[in-house]
């Protein structure tokens, strides 16, 4: 479609609208859900969880504050975090 941009082709990260940014909302509802209102897991604290569900917002947003976080690190974390499998091994995972 002439004179629209898609996150996929010029660089930056796709806006909310597509399934990368779907997928970062997603995970960051998982953050908030599992680590910060429930209270579930203690892997990690309710701050460091909000921390990171902002970042994963911040992300499917396209904001450019995030532009230097890997697309595939960021997907692959999503990912484990929405199975529940291990997602401290990923990159991004805050240390405690």
């Known amino acids: 479609m002439e004179g629209q941009k898609s996150g996929a082709r010029d660089g930056r990260a796709p806006a909310a609208g597509d399934s990368y940014g779907s997928l970062m909302l997603q995970a960051a509802g998982v953050l908030r859900l599992r680590y910060v209102k429930c209270g579930r897991d203690t892997a990690l604290s309710a ?4 921390e990171l569900a ?3 917002e911040g992300i499917a947003q396209g904001a450019p504050a995030f532009d230097h976080i890997d697309p595939k690190e960021a997907i692959a974390l999503a990912h484990r975090l929405i199975d529940d499998d291990n997602p401290q091994l990923s990159h991004l995972w805050p240390q405690t």
């Not at 701050?47 to 909000?50: D, F, G, L, N």
């Open 47 to 50: 701050e460091a969880a909000t």
């Open 54 to 56: 902002t970042v994963f």
